[in-house]
Each structure stands twice: as structure tokens, then as C-alpha cells.
């Protein structure tokens, strides 16, 4: 089993929707949450970092952590076409120097004009 | 350009031969990391660097592989007689420091062993 485990999709859904994407992870001594967008054949790109539980809102994205149920999620509001890509979420321990990330598969989101 | 770079964007080789990639970080970044994904994944991490001390490997990382940083700024990764399971995109990414884990990705290096 993976430690961090995404829904690879796809999902499609239609301008304006809202879009909810989510991760589960196994190992609790994670304490760094990020989400990451990713376009076709280009490096992934930092949308939202977070700390331990709660939420954090940037525009039209809110990012949410519930560390008790070891579950995390990426809502897009009013999404789109631009919005299509692949969404990796990331994940890094509370301790050590090194701070790698540990990647779900990635989710692959199409926003139908 | 104040972002990751990376060089080359693509690369094409045969089998058997020896490869190397370049990775600019953002300056003043200290850490930089290299991390490798294959189609349909997410990255996965290879090494990390804190300036010029390269501080874990990951088990991906055989000993066909090595990575430097030689003066703390650029690093290169060096992959020695490639086999086809190799090809993969490359993905270098840095960080500011110690309390700071937010890490900034290049664009890649595509590795294609025929």
C-alpha cells in the first residue's frame, strides 16, 4: 500500500463547476501539505502549502486537512478550461532536515467549456 | 527568469549510454532536491542537497546514478550505462531553508533511453 494514496481519475466536470480533489495517507507523522498542478509535460507548480489541520483559502481554491482522519482535499470554485491538468497532492514529515515529499499518483482534471 | 531551470529539456540516448543533467535553483535556495516521475505517477524523491552536502539518497537512486553540487549553486545529475526502465522525466526543485519545506520544481529533463 501506498502512503499516500490519490484518485487518478479522470475526472470532467463543466465550467463553473466546483471541483473536489482528495488524498488519504497512512503515515501521521505528516505535517506539511501541498498541492501541486500540474500541465502536460511541464513541472509541477506549488498552488497551496499548509501546516498541520485546517483550511486555507487562496482566490478561488481552498485547501483543507483533517489530520485525525488522515485525509486532504483541494476544492476549486467556479473552475476553468485553464483549470485542466493534473493535480498532485504532496506531503512532508514534522521532523528531519531533509523534507522530501511524498506524491499521490495525481489526478487528471478536465473543465469542459 | 527567477524559477528552477533546467537543462536539457529533453534528452534522447541509446542504451548503454551516459547522461547528464544540469539544475539551476532559484538563488538563495540552500536545498535542492531531485526527483524523477514516470508516467501516470507522481514524482518520487531521489536525493537532496543543503547547500553543496548531499545528505540522503533515496533507494531509487542505484549506483548508475550520481548527483553533485559541487559550490552550494547548480547541480548535475549524472546517469551511467542507461537501460530503458530510466526513461522518465526529471524533475529538480529547490527550497528556501531550514523551517521553509515549500518547494519550487523546474521544468523537467525527459529522458528517452532507445
Known amino acids: 500500500q501506498k502512503e499516500v494514496e490519490q484518485d487518478p481519475g479522470p475526472l470532467s466536470v463543466p465550467e463553473g463547476a466546483i471541483v473536489s480533489l482528495n488524498c488519504t495517507y497512512s503515515?501521521?507523522?505528516?505535517?506539511?501539505f501541498m498541492w501541486y498542478r500540474q500541465y502536460s509535460r511541464k513541472g509541477p507548480e506549488l498552488l497551496m502549502y499548509?501546516?498541520?489541520?485546517g483550511n486555507k483559502e487562496d482566490g478561488r481554491f481552498t485547501a483543507q486537512v483533517d489530520k485525525s482522519s488522515k485525509y486532504i482535499s483541494l476544492f476549486i470554485r467556479d473552475s476553468q478550461p485553464s483549470d485542466s491538468a493534473t493535480y498532485l497532492c504532496?506531503?512532508?514529515?514534522?521532523?528531519?532536515?531533509?523534507?522530501?515529499?511524498?506524491f499521490g499518483s495525481g489526478t487528471q482534471l478536465t473543465v469542459l467549456p | 527568469d527567477t524559477g528552477v531551470s533546467q537543462d536539457p529539456r529533453h534528452k534522447i540516448t541509446k542504451r548503454g549510454q551516459n547522461v547528464t543533467f544540469r539544475c539551476d535553483p532559484i538563488?538563495?535556495?540552500?536545498?535542492l532536491y531531485w526527483y524523477r516521475q514516470t508516467l501516470g505517477q507522481g514524482p518520487e524523491f531521489l536525493t537532496y542537497f543543503q547547500n553543496e552536502a548531499q545528505l540522503e539518497k533515496s533507494r531509487l537512486l542505484s549506483d548508475r546514478f550520481s548527483a553533485e553540487r559541487p559550490k552550494g549553486s547548480f547541480s548535475t545529475l549524472e546517469i551511467q550505462r542507461t537501460e530503458q526502465g530510466d526513461s522518465a522525466m526529471y524533475l529538480c526543485?529547490?527550497?528556501?531553508?531550514?523551517?521553509?519545506?515549500?518547494?519550487?520544481f523546474g521544468q523537467g529533463t525527459r529522458l528517452t533511453v532507445v
Open positions: 526543485a529547490s527550497s528556501p531553508g531550514q523551517g521553509n519545506t515549500e518547494a519550487f
Open positions: 503515515n501521521s507523522a505528516f505535517q506539511y
Open positions: 504532496a506531503m512532508s514529515l514534522s521532523s528531519g532536515s531533509a523534507r522530501q515529499l511524498t
Open positions: 499548509t501546516y498541520s489541520s
Open positions: 538563488s538563495e535556495h540552500n536545498r
